[in-house]
């Protein structure tokens, strides 16, 4: 019995006077769940009420306190999982919500989240602090723990196999030697002559996490570990994989093992801005990019991967991020928009529609063969909706240095007349603002409009977002331009 999975409960008069006079959200809920358990308890005695302690109800109650029947599930959703969830990192978003929680409930659960939900098969280096969670959580009267792990990539998952089994040891006795039980599985499952680069590999990628405290490692990171792992350690760490292949080469067990694992750093090399003709124009990167065959490796890693019987990469699916890849490494276009001709090539960078990034494809963005876009492709949005859905996310950049955005558009009108804005192209970095271009000049064809200057910040959102306009059917989106403002 609890609350639904959202960000916020209920804003009705009546309940916001309630956790106004009570306290928290939390007494909220609570107060529902115990009416529940109390009505149950005199049919059925013997039954426990289960609710949950997760965004908004996270933080204990002040005043409602959990009858001796209810189970509280309470969620680490919120937390950096590079550090144990008992560190300082953590008190604010876990460590002390379960120490209080831990002082009034009568059974007490914990709901821990061991996964990136958007990409399960990039790698991810949250090893090193499960058994110190697990030790945290029997320390604050916790009863039971459930470890969510992937269960979208049929086991073809980073590390899927270590996870899991590692876990299953730790849940039974977390007082065992982590570490040792690392080693067990790695010389048990990969065999001597792999395990050694494949250790390597795994202790490489956690001593970088651990070189930046700062990172807040969520389990809802989109990008490919640029703000933490250089690109020599990407390099650094595919060489370990393939050495480690090259270890178990013709081996019909072990080989598939080791190459199901490779996959992540494979993906992961292919993710990375420096490789893209568009993000690479701003990623700094700490040695040169290596001239391979980028799309011959990625073709052999989506070959492979489903040999390996990988049914997506994240909660929401494949083609997004398949799209992603192929648009990183493709080339850039030769037609140079007018008012960057002359321009020195570090001084502008133009976006094609493949190098644009997209949100509920394929129900709010669509991607179209348009002959009028210059290439052919364009991004299309109907004017029925307001969303962000395509968009430039800004790579890392290092610089405080102004660019002014371009976007190339047409609008497509519904009838005869047509009036008022087509669409908003505008940036946003925890708060934004854009301009709007007008339905009318937009639907005479395909024509450049610039925005204002803006200083770009790593993640910054540049957007195209529709207006929901009557008089205009869809909007067309064909290219951006960044040009460096002198």
Known sequence: ISQGDSFDYCQCEVCRDFVARHGTPADLVLDMVNQVADELRAEFPDVLVDTFAYQYSRPAPKTVMPRDNVIIRLCSINSNFAQSLGAPANAAKFGNDLEAWGKIAASIGVWNYTVNYPNSVLPLPNLRPLAEDLRFFAANRVDWAFEQAETWTGYAGELAELRCWLQAQLLWNPYLDQEAL???FLYGFYGDRAAPLIRRY??????????????????????????????SKVLEARQLMTSALAAVAGDPVLAPRVRRTGLAIDFLLLARPELSPVAGAFAASDVPVPKLDY???????????EAAGLQSFGESGSAAFAEQLRNNIAPPQDDIPEFCRGLAPEDYVVIPAAGLSTEALGSKVFAVDDPLAPGGKAWSMPATHSGWNLFFRVPQTGGDEQWRPYVEMRCAAKGTVISGDAMHFGFYFGGGNHVPIPALESSEGYRWYPMFPVTLKTGMTIYCAPVVNASVSDVYISRMALVRVK
Not at 208 to 223: F, G, S, W
Not at 297 to 305: G, P
């Open 202 to 231: 795994i202790d490489l990628l956690h001593d970088e996490i651990a070189r930046h405290p700062e990172i807040d490692l969520h389990c809802y990171r989109r990008n490919a570990h640029e703000d933490w792992l250089p690109f």
């Open 295 to 305: 799309p011959a490796i990625l073709e052999a890693a989506f070959a492979d991967a």
């Open 182 to 184: 690392i080693d067990e």
